[in-house]
């Protein structure tokens, strides 16, 4: 595995979707600035629910930055 995609795997916030935290940060900035809009255009949260607190945690530090 290259370096990128070790990064990227690192960086995995969603497990069940492999949402990573950059591709959070990509939608954040291109409009996805809520929970639901974020669950609704990247997938997160559909399969086992367990990264809801990490994405709303994200999407505040990208909010408040």
């Known amino acids: ?3 990128a ?3 990227e795997y690192e960086n995995i916030v969603c497990h069940c979707t492999g949402t990573s935290q ?7 900035a291109e ?3 809520n929970f639901d ?3 609704e255009r990247s997938g997160v ?3 086992c ?3 809801e607190d990490a994405v709303r945690d994200l999407i ?3 909010k408040y930055a």
Do not use: H, P, Y
Request: aromatic residues 4%; glycine residues 14%; contains cysteine.
């Open 49 to 51: 629910g367990g990264c």
């Open 22 to 28: 950059n591709k959070i940060k990509n939608l954040f």
């Open 1 to 3: 595995m290259n370096t």
């Open 5 to 7: 995609n070790t990064e």
């Open 45 to 47: 949260c559909s399969g």
């Open 31 to 33: 409009g996805c600035t």
């Open 37 to 39: 809009a974020m669950a």
């Open 60 to 62: 505040n530090d990208l």
